[in-house]
């Protein structure tokens, strides 16, 4: 049963372009969402995060949008930059017993071209 | 640089074996979490230590075990190891946000079972 889903294994975008990177959720108990960055051979580097009581949070090139109703959010990256290219992972968390336990999606793989 | 460690990097050893994963979160930080990533499967959520208590068990198998000492490092033990362990394990600390816990990764430990 995967709670966190991204439903695109790669995106290929221009650079100076906007990427847009979507992950969906199932579990409705869910109340925070990160986005982490990872290199390979490297451990994921946390991006943006987003509690369940906005709809948008931004930093920097950065946003993430959260549509509680649809289950979904997507993280903007403006502009995208070749360094940029990584495998994008969201993630989520719950309440309760679950504080803090991360379940994440398979990744996205970025490519952004000069 | 995240500020969490994690040693060794790379860690070769054959089935039936036992390794000892060392993990020390960032200064302050009191929760430790370890997570598996394997090839098949993303990042999946092992055990969960808050100031040196157990909090969550994830997918754990019985042959692993962890702990997290006085000074806050943690250490993952896995024992009779198969060819099927052989994954990237990561550990990650967190403090609490007014919205949610933020985890940040170490750079991993990369496990062969030959």
């Known amino acids: 049963d995967q709670q966190v889903k991204q439903n695109s294994p790669s995106l290929s975008v221009q650079e100076g372009r906007i990427s847009i990177l979507n992950c969906d959720y199932t579990?409705?108990?869910?109340?925070?969402f990160l986005w982490y960055k990872k290199y390979p051979a490297e451990g994921p580097t946390f991006l943006i995060s987003i509690s369940s009581i906005k709809d948008k949070n931004e930093d920097g090139r950065f946003t993430v949008f959260l549509n509680k109703s649809a289950k979904h959010l997507s993280l903007h990256i403006v502009p995208s930059q070749p360094g940029d290219s990584a495998v994008y992972f969201c993630a989520a968390s719950a309440g309760g017993t679950s504080y803090g336990k991360l379940t994440f999606g398979q990744g996205t793989i970025l490519t952004v071209h000069p | 640089d995240s500020g969490v460690t994690q040693t060794p990097k790379h860690l070769i050893t054959a089935t039936g074996q036992r390794v000892t994963l060392r993990c020390s979160p960032r200064s302050g930080d009191l929760s430790v979490y370890w997570y598996q990533q394997s090839l098949d499967q993303g990042l999946q959520f092992l055990i969960h230590y808050y100031n040196g208590e157990e909090r969550a068990k994830g997918n754990i198998l019985e042959r692993f075990s962890a702990q997290q000492f006085p000074d806050l490092h943690s250490e993952l033990n896995l024992s009779s190891l198969e060819l099927g362990d052989s994954a990237l394990y990561f550990c990650?600390?967190?403090?609490?946000?007014?919205?949610?816990?933020?985890?940040?990764f170490g750079p991993g430990t990369r496990l062969l079972v030959l």
């Open positions: 579990n409705s108990m869910f109340d925070y």
């Open positions: 990650a600390s967190s403090a609490p946000g007014p919205y949610g816990e933020t985890q940040y």
